[in-house]
């Protein structure tokens, strides 16, 4: 959600400014902007759109001379999408350019303030005020301006900041919003993720809140919120640049679909080691998790839905409560947690507001935390007591699947983890479980490849106006995703409901050629769902059934087959999400639509 670049060095900025910018896109944008500054002055071009439109406007970027200098993509929340709320924002004197992503939440009183003082407001965004308040405190020393605007702010916010005075110098400020910077040679950066800085640099510096860095081309030095140095350590981007590529795909997410067995191969096979699943990076230790009494997980979207499918596992196996609650809604909700919960965090980018709230809120209450997070260094990695990473590599597709089948996959993992150290579980399930385990990635690799039909499929249902999909129990949770995938890139209305709900509701909305989509990957309830298909069907519904292949009974009740192949049924989501993830994308192909970055969506959900 909104992104922040910038660049100084020899080279001209805007052409970089530009390419950082597009690759930021994934993140979910509806307006962009750059400054750059030239001959003590500070040249802004911003636009309504996308950044083809900016590129087009600066002739892509050479309209723009300049070595230094900032980029924005704005996803609008306070303001409509126009140029004028575009950033970069200028100071009415035209001396500094501030770009941002996150929420100023005391914006109203600082703006009544700064209209008295006389200031002039262009926008009607938030971060005008930063701008402002950073000239209203400069007399000479933009640290100093800097640091005293970013006392007065209340919120989030990764800011980068040019000025005239300085000009091959930037500043970039974080709070609660992320932001990397790239170490280069003769030439730094910034940037809110790494997918912008690998084709530059594989060298960056996490900062943390309240850390604020000052750039120049041979230099960067990190501060913290008082202005003393802080030493920071340089990591290194093991990603390479392909990773964020399409790499001959049409668009990324058939590309994060088609990469899902090697990415749980990837997150599954290191923590395998002669017959023992080892998770010694999180420090649980028998003892501690004997010692808990129930395990929250908490998350928003897709990875809330992974924690749902996760929790049948880590209960059928630990035989211990788990609970799975939104975090915008455990947040503000006085949760029942205390030091004897375990609060389980997912989320793929690591900075989602809400999760990171959700968090901070459990471990006030003297939970422990353990992440499973994909993106290295981020947010919720860092404020966990405990890590797992998802190694699913970037996920650019603003709908997530790999990152939504890594997350299961951990879950598998921990339940089992757990379970063994717990001594809830015997040797002889534990070895069979493991070896399921093992080849998920196989069975993935099959869920892709026995379902030809999928395109066919979609050229019959796209043009539905609304879509069920029902399941029990396991089969529940993938109907979740299921719907989920659907609506966010198709724009179809996708509703997900317990089968055995239908007849308290929903089936009143049953008519003739209703698409219902009914998951029967569940052996154990496998009949309950049959006779849920089967008076759906006696009112006029076409069923897309997802079951196993050699499953005749359901075969010869649906109109349509989607195949799964058979996995322990606790560890089913995994694979059967796939066919779905498919069928989400063929049909939002067939509707024309933009798959990778969906309407009104944003990848990493930076803002409440
Ligand atoms: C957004 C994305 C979803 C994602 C959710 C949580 O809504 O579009 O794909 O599941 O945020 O994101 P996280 O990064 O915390 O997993």
Redesign the pocket.
């Known amino acids: 959600m909104c992104g922040i670049v910038g660049y100084t060095g020899s080279q001209e900025a805007a052409p970089i400014l530009l390419e950082g910018l597009k690759k930021l896109e994934y993140r979910g944008y509806d307006s962009a902007g750059i400054a750059v500054i030239n001959d003590s002055r500070i040249s802004v071009s911003k636009v309504t759109g996308r950044i083809a439109n900016l590129c087009e406007k600066t002739s892509d970027g050479k309209n723009c001379p300049g070595t230094a200098g900032i980029g924005h993509t704005r996803w609008a929340t306070h303001g409509a999408p126009t140029d004028t709320n575009a950033h970069p924002h200028m100071s009415n004197d035209g001396k500094f350019a501030v770009v941002h992503n996150g929420i100023i939440e005391n914006y109203i009183a600082l703006r009544e303030e700064l209209t008295e003082k006389g200031y002039r407001f262009e926008s009607q965004t938030d971060t005008e005020v930063i701008v402002h308040l950073i000239e209203m405190y400069y007399s000479g020393n933009l640290k100093n301006a800097v640091i005293k605007a970013s006392s007065r702010l209340r919120g989030s916010y990764a800011l980068g900041v040019v000025c005239t005075d300085e000009p091959e110098k930037l500043y970039a400020a974080r709070e609660a919003s992320p932001l990397i910077l790239g170490v280069g040679i003769g030439e730094n950066y910034f940037a809110s993720d790494v997918t912008a800085l690998v084709p530059y640099t594989r060298n960056v510096i996490y900062l943390d809140d309240g850390e604020f860095a000052e750039i120049t081309p041979d230099s960067i030095t990190v501060f913290d919120p008082a202005g003393r140095p802080v030493n920071k350590k340089i990591s290194r981007i093991t990603w390479d640049v392909q990773a964020a590529e399409k790499g001959g795909y049409e668009h990324f997410m058939l590309k994060e679909i088609i990469e899902q067995p090697g990415a749980i191969k990837a997150t599954i096979a290191p923590r395998i080691k002669d017959g023992k699943i080892v998770l010694d990076e999180t420090g649980l230790t028998a003892e501690y998790l004997k010692s808990i009494n129930k395990i929250v997980i908490t ?5 809330y839905y992974a924690g749902c499918a996760g929790k049948y596992a880590i209960e059928k196996l630990c035989r211990i409560p788990v609970q799975v609650e939104l975090a915008s809604e455990l947040r503000y909700s006085d949760p029942i947690i205390d030091e004897h919960t375990l609060v389980i965090v ?7 507001a809400d ?1 990171i709230a959700a968090m901070k809120e459990c471990k006030k209450r003297g939970a422990k935390t353990l992440a499973i997070v994909n993106v290295v260094g981020s947010t919720i990695a860092n404020i966990a007591d405990h890590t797992i990473y998802t190694w699913a590599g970037p996920e650019i597709a ?3 699947t790999k ?2 089948t890594t997350q299961v996959s951990v879950l598998y993992l921990f339940a089992l983890y757990a379970a063994e150290k717990m001594n809830r579980i015997d040797e002889e399930l534990y070895k069979r479980l493991l070896e399921s385990l093992n080849t998920l990635p196989k069975k993935i690799q099959e869920a892709l490849d026995m379902n030809p039909q999928i395109p066919n499929l979609a050229k019959k249902y796209h043009n539905a106006s609304s879509l069920f999909f029902i399941g029990r129990n396991t089969d529940y949770a993938v109907a979740l995703e299921g719907a989920l995938k659907m609506k ?1 890139i198709s724009y179809i209305h996708a509703e997900s409901y317990a089968a055995g709900e239908l007849k308290h509701g929903t089936i009143a909305l049953i008519e003739e050629h209703q698409p219902v989509i009914a998951l029967c990957c569940n052996e154990s309830i496998m009949e309950k769902t049959m006779s849920n298909i089967i008076e759906v069907k006696a009112r006029g519904a076409e069923v897309l059934a997802v079951t196993f292949k050699d499953n005749q009974k359901i075969v010869s009740l649906a109109d349509d087959m989607i195949y799964v192949p058979k996995t322990e049924t606790i560890f089913a989501a995994a694979a059967e999400i796939v066919p779905l993830q498919l069928l989400a994308y063929y049909v939002a192909k067939e509707n024309g639509c933009d798959i990778d970055k969906p309407k009104n ?5 930076t803002v409440e």
Do not use: D, I, P, R
Request: aromatic share 4%.
């Open positions: 998350a928003c979207g897709s990875a997912l989320s793929q980018s690591g900075e989602t999760t603003v709908a997530t990152g939504y966010e969506l944003a990848k990493s959900v």
